[in-house]
């Protein structure tokens, strides 16, 4: 006797709850987190399937007059008590190759690295070894800047720069622009758009669906 009471309760509870679970995804509030899922899962789609430039830099110092060195570093030739080397990595994040004929051409806004003059390069080069193997690049010296030149820059593919100067610098930069690619940002993995996304919309859905419940539970208790 017990036990089918307590099944009955249990058939009541899970009717009940499937009730109101139909009635907040019906509700306004519910229709309006569907659509708002629906655009972003439908950005996300179309955001990921375009070439996605992205850039990371990192800066040592090789060698400081500070310090008491028991060795030293020539460049061409000549002997330098300060100077640091800075790694430039651009990445194509998205789903979808970027020719290197789609890049906008020198004059206009070509994909380069912008070094400031107070940063005073000594030396350049593409770091082969952690350049993607299938690259056909070539760097271009444009003023202050250097050009990065590529056949194409297939998804997942990384093109290195080592950068040798005397002065630390912050500033320097990846900059220009390319067919279906406007502007070149500071590298964020999948996994961070992802978690963004997620914490950002379970937010907004996490008020509204209390919004909800205190909604009903006034009209309720009217």
């Known amino acids: 006797m017990f036990e089918s009471k307590v099944k009955k309760e249990e058939k009541i509870f899970i009717r009940d709850f499937m009730r109101v679970l139909w009635a907040f995804w019906t509700s306004p509030t519910g229709a309006f987190i569907l659509a708002v899922s629906a655009l972003a899962l439908g950005y996300y789609q179309f955001y990921i399937s375009r070439p996605i430039l992205?850039?990371?830099?990192?800066?040592?110092?090789?060698?400081?007059?500070?310090?008491?060195?028991?060795?030293k570093i020539e460049v061409d030739g000549k002997s330098f008590d300060d100077l640091y080397l800075t790694k430039v990595y651009l990445?194509?994040?998205?789903?979808?190759?970027?020719?290197?004929v789609d890049v906008s051409r020198i004059g206009r806004d070509p994909i380069r690295i912008e070094i400031p003059k107070n940063a005073d390069m000594k030396h350049y080069n593409i770091d082969n070894e952690e350049t993607s193997e299938a690259i056909t690049a070539e760097i271009v010296p444009y003023g202050e800047d250097l050009v990065l030149n590529f056949d194409f820059l297939n998804p997942q593919y990384q093109y290195v720069v080592n950068i040798l100067h005397c002065n630390f610098s912050d500033n320097i930069k990846v900059k220009g622009s390319a067919l279906n690619v406007n502007e070149i940002k500071k590298a964020i993995s999948g996994r961070e758009l992802k978690t963004?996304?997620?914490?950002?919309?379970?937010?907004?859905?996490?008020?509204?669906?209390?919004r909800y419940i205190l909604k009903r539970v006034f009209k309720q208790n009217a």
Do not use: D, P
């Not at 963004?196 to 209390?210: A, D, E, K, Q």
């Open 196 to 210: 963004i996304l997620i914490w950002g919309l379970g937010g907004v859905y996490l008020l509204l669906i209390i």
């Open 54 to 71: 992205r850039y990371n830099i990192v800066t040592t110092k090789l060698i400081s007059s500070e310090n008491e060195n028991a060795y």
């Open 91 to 100: 990445y194509n994040q998205g789903g979808e190759a970027l020719s290197g």
